[in-house]
T-cell receptor, first 112, second 112 residues
Framework: DADVTQTPRNRITKTGKRIMLECSQT?????MYWYRQDPGLGLRLIYY???????NKGEISDGYSVSRQAQAKFSLSLESAIPNQTALYFC???????????FGPGTRLTVT | GNSVTQMEGPVTLSEEAFLTINCTYT??????LFWYVQYPGEGLQLLLK?????DKGSNKGFEATYRKETTSFHLEKGSVQVSDSAVYFC???????????FGSGTRLSIRP
């Protein structure tokens, strides 16, 4: 079984709808991250969390919110989706004192 | 601040050709350096890493050496295969920072 899972894997939604992307991990890591990937732009950090009570904004947090429900679960919400939020979204985890991150398979989101 | 610059793609090679993907970084002190690979339709996977100067990371026939004097971490493989077709990301992590800095990615395509 995968260590980092994301649901849904694909989602098409309409402008103005609220949508939640979910991430779960079995690696026992404290740190979790949400990234957005657009063609030719690499990865951009949306939010990150170092534990259940610690949430931090990344470089592109506007229009997004997150919830860390437990050590193993970190959700990303788009309160009112817009077309330029169409992208591939990745969740990742890492150990406390080690740099390498472990990524989920991604969610492809299309906002029409 | 910390940053990573990697060669732009796409890079197209024939099978069994020699591969180099250039990566240079800007950082204070001694960051850890990584190469991640993203196969089509998947999340990023850690390919190799190096944590101090002159370290050589290696995995699956790929190698990269941490060069402090040239602030570089170039990825090399002696004989590429079609299955190596993917997007490759160079990344940097500093213990004083809270997140990894990714390069923009280099798309590699291998012709049979």
């Amino acid at each position: 079984d995968a260590d980092v899972t994301q649901t849904p894997r694909n989602r098409i939604t309409k402008t103005g709808k609220r949508i939640m992307l979910e991430c779960s991990q079995t690696k026992g890591h404290d740190r979790m991250y949400w990234y957005r990937q657009d063609p030719g732009l690499g990865l951009r950090l949306i939010y990150y969390s170092f534990d259940v009570k610690d949430i931090n904004k990344g470089e592109i947090s506007d229009g997004y919110s997150v919830s860390r429900q437990a050590q193993a679960k970190f959700s990303l919400s788009l309160e009112s989706a817009i077309p330029n939020q169409t992208a591939l979204y990745f969740c990742a985890t890492s150990d406390l004192d080690r740099g390498e991150q472990y990524f989920g398979p991604g969610t492809r989101l299309t906002v029409t | 601040g910390n940053s990573v610059t990697q060669m732009e793609g796409p890079v197209t090679l024939s099978e069994e050709a020699f591969l180099t993907i250039n990566c240079t970084y800007t950082a204070t002190g001694y960051p850890s350096l990584f190469w991640y690979v993203q196969y089509p339709g998947e999340g990023l996977q850690l390919l190799l890493k190096a944590t101090k100067a002159d370290d050589k990371g290696s995995n699956k026939g790929f190698e990269a050496t941490y060069r402090k004097e040239t602030t570089s971490f170039h990825l090399e493989k002696g004989s590429v295969q079609v299955s190596d077709s993917a997007v490759y990301f160079c990344a940097l992590w500093h213990s004083s920072a809270s997140k990894i800095i990714f390069g923009s990615g280099t798309r590699l395509s291998i012709r049979p």
